[in-house]
């Protein structure tokens, strides 16, 4: 189905390039993406081994896009490219996009990130929406004075807001592989986790002003604003409790321990694990809120107690899962990105040169409003560790564009149709592409140039709760939280560290004894009357005779 919007009116029909396609044709476009993915992971794979500073995985993957589209034009099937994109936008938001988020708050580095947890909610709230003004104003006045395509202020307000959203997925991995500077690298990844969020808040808050824009302009703004604040506050009250709920049914299937199912306690973990964010997604979603908000925090919810009463091999499944998961949803609309390069919706004639180079140089300028003026803010309560010039450029420079910014112009092609809804998706690619194969390209060899690597770590004020260094702003806050979560919720949400089974982990290594036996040595685990029989074993064999150490065996528990 292809969803279209006239007014206040929603109308889905069948698209008619789509009908009548056989079962067997839809295959075959499935098997042609799947086999697209499966060279752009083996490929991402190798550059990653070659050590490549110049080609980082979104923009490889990008690439195979292109390919896959200049291919489907070059065999004259490229207006397959137009029946695959049918009902794209539903599929991302229901399917693609959620395990990008959950993703993303779940394996988050919880420590690095309360320590800047001011800075990161300035930069991704307040940043944001300085950012989209910003490029609101420029795009629309740029119209308005007759240099390009004449945009309507709900219009030049909807891409202001889907171009907000910085895509981090580059900047982490390289950010990562050079042991970039912890401060900076926690503030970006910060950002990048609640950007997203709150750019589709505020491009889904000005499409529903579309409804009253009939009435006064100062009447419209109130009205988008409240909703903007009821939708993100409901979604984050249902994405709480959604976590809470997912984290006491988990500590209350302990009982599982005691009857010796253990096998059967992994299974409902990971089950209710992967049943607790698709609802928290779900249910804001159905009722209007925004189920982006929701499973974001659900994520972190779920992070912070239920996985504290999971063992430590259920942890690492779930983060592979996770990571395995929001790895091809990324892909998949990276590559997709790619083939929508090749078959525009609109001739380049229509917008125009001058838009074209001057909505670049509009959103750099609209991103350094946003770093410049929340580092000058930020930086009165970071007098230990403040956000330097330097770094200051580096973060904006990472402000590469891709999936969510990608997705939403595609619902602009849609609900701005009578308008320039081809101008916003075309000029939103090019940006795009722009960042993938420029920005990206020059950003590892930047980082090396202005030498933003870790530095020694600045005594700071260890929160007795979280242990973390209170070098950020928003001091009072986060030692308040970690007070309430030490000595409230982990007592209500979590079960005693000791009720968690956990395997004794052995690592084995062969020596020679002067009596030339072989033993084990290096032995690693957490459960003490485990290892006290242990350690004792291995001293039976050394200085024992059999019997001590028959004894010693006889009594050791089967999971030791």
Known sequence: YQRRV???????????????IAPETICLYVLFVVILLIIATLGSYMLKQMGSKYIQAATFITFVGVCGGLFLKLIGKSSDLDIMENGFT????????????????????????????????????LGTFLAAVTT???????????????????????????????????????????KADETLFSIIFGESIFNDAVTIVMYQTVVSALTIKGEAPIISLAVSLSSFLLIFIASFAIGLVSGFIGSYIIKKFHWLI??????????????????????????????????????????????????????LQTRKVLKLMYQAS????????????????????????????????????????ARYSNIGICSFLC??????????????????????????????????AVQFKDGQGDVIILITIVYALFTLFVQASFLGPLLDVCDVKQKPALPGIVSPSLGIEDTGTCEDMKDAFAYFDQFHLKKIFTVPKEDVQEPVHVEM???????????????????????????????????TSPSPRDATLSRMPSSA
């Open 136 to 178: 609101t104003l420029l795009i629309y006045y740029m119209g308005y004075y007759g240099y390009s395509p004449e945009f309507s202020i709900y219009e030049a307000a909807a891409y202001g807001s889907l171009i907000s959203a910085t895509d981090p997925v580059s900047v982490i991995a390289v950010f990562k592989e050079i």
């Open 258 to 311: 005691k009857t010796e199912k253990p096998e059967a306690l992994n299974k409902t973990e990971v089950s209710i694990m992967i049943i607790t964010p698709i609802l928290s997604y779900l249910i804001p979603q159905g009722i209007g809120m925004s189920g982006i908000v929701s499973i974001l925090f659900c994520g972190y919810v779920l992070s912070q107690y239920a996985a504290e009463n999971m063992s």
């Open 379 to 412: 930086n009165f309560g970071r007098s230990r560790t403040p956000i330097d010039g330097k770094n200051q450029f580096v973060m904006w420079y990472s402000g590469l564009r891709g999936t969510i910014a990608y997705i939403l112009a595609l619902q602009c």
């Open 6 to 20: 006239h007014g206040d009116q929603v109308q889905d029909k069948m698209s008619s390039e789509a009908e009548g």
């Open 90 to 125: 539903d599929v991302f938001f229901l399917v693609l996009l959620p395990p990008i988020i959950f993703e993303s708050s779940y394996n988050m580095n919880k420590k690095v990130f309360f320590t800047n947890f001011g800075s990161i909610l300035m930069y991704a709230f």
């Open 326 to 365: 929001a790895y091809i949803c990324e892909s998949t609309v990276f590559m997709f990105l790619g083939m929508s390069a090749v078959e525009f919706y609109v001739s380049y004639e229509k917008a125009g040169t001058i838009l074209i180079v001057g909505n670049i140089v509009i959103v750099l300028v």
């Open 509 to 543: 290594k062969l020596i020679e004894h002067p009596k030339q036996e072989k033993i084990v040595e290096g032995v690693e685990g957490k459960h003490d009357a485990q290892l006290r029989i242990l350690h004792h074993y291995f001293d039976c064999l050394l200085y």
